[in-house]
């Protein structure tokens, strides 16, 4: 568990109790809890494991904290936050996603109103009611009812991918270790690397469905159980994510993981396709219309089934029912990046700005990734709050930056190289925030748009025009704004975007933090297509900030991206030709 994933479950603990009006010393301590932890560099499971150190060293980390942060990094929960879960009736949950509700107002809302949905704060709203209560206003009543239609679209009540992961991953060892199980594998939306996942799917191989299902049961992060069959379970998780199980036999491994693969779209195409072949799929395999009392054709495993109707193995990223398939019959399937792949990464923060790591572990930290090569690319000074550099603050980082590679020739062992790079903000007014001839001497450049967001389309898109013509710009940073499940993308015209990238040959990222994921799937395969390089970013604020990368990167894939269409797959060198082809445009 991270420092940041700590921090958000005291956090969350925090809000809970604020929301049953709990004591404030007891709230204020979980706050701060929350704050020490996220504004700790260091990773506290490397603090606690080194010898001769304790997490009770940390200033503010007494020994009843400690203990509840062990708990966590030993994979545990907090006793309290599941108890607190049970205690909130569900609707506050929903209103808390609500964007500028925090749980004081949420508890005045449901104890006054006696709301029972999102839909009843709705009309609450419409009617005038909320505005009368104390601490609202008409003004907060206009916010909400706003901010509403966002939390309300159930596309927005999903897991992160990464926030689904990590309960994959427990769950998968999990049922790998029971006895019954020949083979368990997870399939569905978080197979396919949505950005979101609404619920979890996974396929066991047992001769002994029972065994199975009672392993799962016996799960200690298994909540309620939701249905039981012969060879289905569901229950709820961690995180009141729902768990679909389902048991089959070797026979049809294969057609059941295509199957709850999906996506349905997918499955809907490889359907109709082998009926006109006189062949019928289902999740136990391929049958001859005719003759459905007959062994299967195939069944065992995923690339028999789609051998079967005359296609190559499909990577489940791709299975999103968009060509794929015409693709795979004419054997013209994208052979997809990979997180091997990438040989650099440019785009990060460092303690200068926002980052918690210097840009000595940043370098280390890359370096034990296997990287070769790094741009710092620190906030400008428009990011007061991020306490952003000016020329003079910039000037100084590139110097350190000059010894650092020194020194890190001067080893010898390492091939890592670190860019002077610069994430410049583009002005609400137009323009950068930095002089010319500073970004003129700056390796990497990334323009990003940070202010005036809820400008009109024109303007915005006129200002993120204006940065791609710019000679010094490589790369436009989170091109839409779009934070998943909390803020929508400013108003902008993303066609223009991709045409002007590709004609002045400016990058366009794909930016892998996982609320992001900005490019996302749909714009990077229309970026592909007009000939953009795009670049897989992590946009890391510290050493582990770098791991998203491969969530970046399963973005990419679903996109169908190459290794030729990102441009941090190239050698250093090729990356440089690339960069001097945009200034000479
Ligand atoms: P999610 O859970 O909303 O993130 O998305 P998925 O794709 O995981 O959807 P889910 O969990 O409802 O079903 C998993 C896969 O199982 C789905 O992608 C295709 C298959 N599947 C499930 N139910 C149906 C169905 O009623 N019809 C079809 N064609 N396929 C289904
Ligand atoms: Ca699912
Ligand atoms: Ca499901
Ligand atoms: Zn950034």
């Known amino acids: 568990m991270t420092n940041a994933e700590i921090a958000s479950l005291f956090d ?95 508890k005045i809302l449901v104890d006054s109103l006696g709301l029972t949905s999102l839909d009843d704060l709705g009309d609450a709203c419409r009617a005038g009611r909320v505005r009368d209560l104390k601490g609202f206003g008409e003004k907060t009543e206009a916010m909400i009812l706003a901010n509403l239609a966002f939390a309300q679209d159930p596309a927005h009540s999903r897991l992160l991918w990464q926030e689904a992961d990590v309960i994959v991953q427990q769950l998968l060892a999990w049922m790998r270790d029971c006895p019954a199980a020949e083979r368990v594998e997870a399939a569905g939306s978080w197979r396919r690397g949505r950005e979101t996942v609404g619920d979890i799917d996974i396929l066991a191989q047992s001769k002994k469905p029972n065994e199975v299902m009672d392993h799962l049961l016996a799960w200690n992060a298994a909540g309620e159980t939701l249905l039981r069959g012969e060879t289905k379970t569901s229950i709820r998780g961690p995180q009141q994510i729902q768990i679909d199980l389902r048991v089959v036999t070797a026979a049809s491994f294969g057609a059941a993981w295509q199957y709850f693969t999906g996506s349905k779209e997918h499955n809907v195409r490889v359907r109709s396709r082998a009926r006109e072949q006189g062949l019928t799929i289902n999740e136990y395999g391929v049958t001859r219309i005719d003759d459905q009392a007959a062994k299967p054709l195939a069944g065992r495993t ?70 070769s090569y790094i741009a710092i690319t620190d906030h400008s000074k428009r990011v007061t709050m991020a306490h952003g550099l000016d020329e003079k603050r910039l000037r100084r980082q590139w110097r350190s930056i000059d010894r650092l590679n020194e020194s890190l020739a001067a080893e010898g062992k390492s091939p890592l190289v670190v860019l002077k790079g610069i994430e410049v903000d583009m002005l609400e007014k137009g323009g950068l925030d930095l002089p010319e001839d500073v970004l003129a001497e700056a390796d990497w450049v990334v323009a990003s748009l940070h202010y005036g967001q809820k400008q009109a389309r024109d303007r915005i898109t006129g200002r993120i025009l204006e940065a791609i013509h710019h000679p010094a710009v490589s790369c436009i940073g989170h091109p839409t704004g779009r934070l998943i499940n909390r803020r929508p993308a400013y108003d902008v015209d993303m066609q223009q975007v991709i045409d002007a990238a590709a004609a002045t040959g400016t990058c366009l990222e794909i930016n892998a933090n996982p609320w992001r994921l900005d490019l996302d799937d749909t714009l990077a395969a229309a970026a592909r297509q007009a000939g953009v390089q795009m670049v897989i970013s992590t946009d890391a604020h510290s050493t582990e900030g770098l791991d998203v990368m491969r969530c970046g990167v399963l973005q990419a894939r679903r996109a169908g991206l190459e290794p030729k269409d990102v441009a941090n797959t190239r050698t250093l060198a090729s990356l440089r030709k690339l960069l001097r082809k945009k200034e000479r445009s």
């Open 302 to 371: 995923e690339e028999e089934v789609y051998q079967s109707i005359g296609l190559l193995w499909i990577p489940p990223e791709l299975r999103e029912g968009r060509g794929e398939i015409e693709r795979a019959e004419a054997g013209s399937l994208p052979q997809l990046v990979t997180l091997a792949d990438i040989r650099g990464d440019l785009h990060m923060h460092t303690t200068a700005t926002d980052g918690e790591a210097t840009l000595t572990e940043m370098a280390q930290a890359a370096i034990e990734r296997g990287l």
């Open 12 to 106: 969350h603990v925090a809000d809970l109790l604020e929301y049953q009006g709990g004591n404030v010393f007891r709230i204020r301590a979980y706050r701060n809890a929350a704050r020490l932890v996220k504004g700790t560099v260091e990773s506290l499971a490397t603090i606690r494991e080194a010898a001769g150190r304790s997490l009770t060293d940390l200033e503010g980390i007494g020994k009843d904290l400690a203990i509840k942060i062990e708990a966590l990094l030993d994979g545990g929960r907090l006793p309290l936050l599941e108890q607190l879960e049970q205690e909130v009736p569900q609707v506050a949950f929903e209103l808390m996603r609500v964007p500028g509700l925090g749980p004081k107002k949420v």
